[in-house]
């Protein structure tokens, strides 16, 4: 129970918003493959998703026809919000985003996307494995739908150890 109001309580979450998980890829295809995909639907991802992640948009596009769109980045390498905007079709099921990047450690735009998100009415999901006990993150603030982390990096749990954010709604 400790853990439970511990993890809300660094998310800005509510207790029963948080599952504890094996770690964050299984916190994350729980979200992912629980959502209600159809042929044609189309998922929304920046240069900078997380590999495990590209996978789960892999299989579904194989197995239900769902489309996969990447951001570019603009040309200072950044995530590009004008390019998100264009993006966004009434197909759009979902937006999926690593927070920061595994791979550069570059930082996403998160609070942005959320506003985006939340006006066209799209789920939004965030891998936020880089960021959780590395820098302050607030999902209230930040809109999300869904959000996975691990336990084995900037919070120094144990391997084996991870929790996913559903928002109540
Ligand atoms: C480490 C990492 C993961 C995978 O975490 P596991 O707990 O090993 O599943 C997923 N996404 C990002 C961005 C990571 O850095």
Not at 5 to 19: G, K, M, P, Q, S
Request: aromatic share 6%; glycine share 8%; with cysteine.
């Amino acid at each position: 129970n400790n853990t439970y109001n511990l993890v809300a309580r660094l998310i800005n979450a509510d207790v029963d918003e948080i599952a504890l998980t094996e770690n964050a890829s299984s916190g994350w295809g729980i979200a992912f493959n629980g959502i209600d995909f159809k042929k044609g639907d189309e998922i929304i991802t920046s240069e900078m998703e997380y590999v495990t992640n590209v996978l789960g948009f892999l299989n579904v596009k194989k197995t239900l026809g769902v489309e996969i769109k990447v951001i570019p980045n603009d040309e200072h390498g950044n995530f590009s919000l004008s390019e998100l905007e264009k993006t966004i079709s009434p197909k759009t099921k979902l937006i999926a985003i690593t927070h920061i990047a595994a791979s550069t450690g570059d930082m996403m735009p998160v609070i942005e996307i959320g506003k985006i998100a939340k006006k066209h009415n799209i789920l939004y999901l965030l891998d936020a494995c880089q960021s959780v006990g590395h820098v302050p993150l607030d999902v209230k603030e930040i809109n999300c739908d869904m959000l996975a982390v691990t336990g084995r990096k900037y919070l120094r749990a144990p391997r084996g150890t991870g929790f996913l954010y559903i928002r109540k709604a």
